[in-house]
Every structure is written in structure tokens, then in C-alpha cells.
């Protein structure tokens, strides 16, 4: 079975600085996505960045970036020039290929942003 | 508009009843799906369906379920509340192009006393 592990249970930032958020996974697979979601308080969860497996090129959104290594199992998320609406939980995620959708999530990390 | 809308969005309810959560989406995705959120667990899958026939138990889909009465609705069940079930429920829509990202509605919150 896939698990998918966020080590940092919090994480605080100033304003305007760079922060990373680590998440690893595991599995056989060689073929699958890789999901960053945010959920602010208002306990949306709103999707901050995806990745193919098969593209070695990191997906990059605006401020957010990711670190994927795929042979090590690790995608990380940076977040640049912080902001105080990047407050929230972040969850990691990942889903196989043709395998019924289902994502298997990360417990989560709650990043705090200092003004 | 919200593009995926979930009724009620918090719920009190009593050990031993019937309980429905709604969801609507209006995305035209084919696939929707429900998510229990507990603390510190991240969301796990309740039941997912691909269409309106096609509907699949995920992972802790006991005690739980489901019914897809037009492509843009998906309802979850409680048939007999109990307080472990208290938690945060989602909805998700996605379509079926590749990577089909899943969208979320704004949860609903259950608790059972």
C-alpha cells in the first residue's frame, strides 16, 4: 500500500522569506501524480501544485515551487516570498495511475506566517 | 458560484440517526468522490463513482453509504450515526482527462453526540 509521510508538523516563516515543506512517499509504481493542497482556515482544500512522475521537470505555480526526486520519493514544496494568506495547512498527496483515482494523503503540516 | 457545494455545511446529530450529506457540483465532471478528514490522519476516501452506474467502495467505506442521482449529485449516508464518525467530510469532483486533479467542495462538519 502507498503512504505518504509529512514529517514537519509545523512550520513557521516571517513575511517575504522562502520556506519548504518536505513530504515522502512510498511505492512500486513507476507512473503516478503528486499533489500539494492548501486548506486555510476556512477548511477549504484548494490545490496549490501538481506533478507528473514522468516529467523530470519540477512544477512550478507563481510562488510555489516543488523539489521532486523521484528516486529518492521526495516532493517537496517551496513556497517563496511568504505571504500572511499563505498561513495554513498543506497536505501532501499522491495518487497511482489507473488505479481506481484515489489519492492517499499525508497528515499534513501547519505553517504559521509571521508579519 | 462555488463550483462544488456541500449541504449542510455543520451538523449536530445523535448516536442512532440517519444522517444524509449532500453534494452538487457544477463542473460537469463525471467522477465525484467522498473524503473524511480526522485530525492529524489527512483525508482518506469513503466511496468514489466514475459515473452515475459506477459507483466503488474506497478505503473506509463501512458504516457509510452513497448515492449518485444525476451526474452532478453525489449524497453520502450515515444509516446510524455513532460518535466516531464525527469529523470533517469533503466532496471532490474531477474529470477524466489525465491527471484528472480531484476539486473540493468546502466540507461539511459532523458531529455525533
Known amino acids: 500500500a502507498q503512504t505518504v509521510t509529512q514529517s514537519q508538523p509545523e512550520m513557521s516563516v516571517q513575511e517575504a522569506e522562502t520556506v519548504t515543506l518536505s513530504c515522502t512517499y512510498d511505492?512500486?509504481?513507476?507512473?503516478?501524480?503528486l499533489f500539494w493542497y492548501k486548506q486555510p482556515p476556512s477548511r477549504q482544500m484548494i490545490l496549490v501544485i501538481r506533478q507528473e512522475a514522468y516529467k523530470q521537470q519540477n512544477a512550478t505555480e507563481n510562488r510555489f515551487s516543488v523539489n521532486f526526486q523521484k528516486a529518492a520519493k521526495s516532493f517537496s514544496l517551496k513556497i517563496s516570498d511568504s505571504q500572511l494568506g499563505d498561513a495554513a495547512m498543506y497536505f501532501c498527496?499522491?495518487?497511482?495511475?489507473?488505479?481506481?483515482?484515489?489519492?492517499?494523503f499525508g497528515g499534513g503540516t501547519r505553517l504559521m506566517v509571521k508579519p | 458560484d462555488a463550483d462544488v457545494t456541500q449541504t449542510p455545511r455543520n451538523r449536530i446529530t445523535k448516536t442512532g440517526k440517519r444522517i444524509m450529506l449532500e453534494c452538487s457540483q457544477t463542473?460537469?465532471?463525471?467522477?465525484m468522490y467522498w473524503y473524511r478528514q480526522d485530525p492529524g490522519l489527512g483525508l482518506r476516501l469513503i466511496y468514489y463513482?466514475?459515473?452515475?452506474?459506477?459507483?466503488n467502495k474506497g478505503e473506509i467505506s463501512d458504516g457509510y453509504s452513497v448515492s449518485r442521482q444525476a451526474q452532478a449529485k453525489f449524497s453520502l449516508s450515515l444509516e446510524s450515526a455513532i460518535p466516531n464518525q464525527t469529523a470533517l467530510y469533503f466532496c471532490?469532483?474531477?474529470?477524466?482527462?489525465?491527471?484528472?486533479?480531484?476539486?473540493f467542495g468546502p466540507g461539511t462538519r459532523l458531529t455525533v453526540l
Open positions: 463513482s466514475f459515473d452515475v452506474k459506477d459507483i
Open positions: 463542473k460537469g465532471h463525471d467522477r
Open positions: 498527496a499522491y495518487r497511482r495511475v489507473n488505479a481506481g483515482n484515489m489519492l492517499t
Open positions: 471532490a469532483t474531477s474529470d477524466r482527462t489525465p491527471p484528472d486533479t480531484q476539486y
Open positions: 511505492t512500486s509504481e513507476s507512473d503516478y501524480y
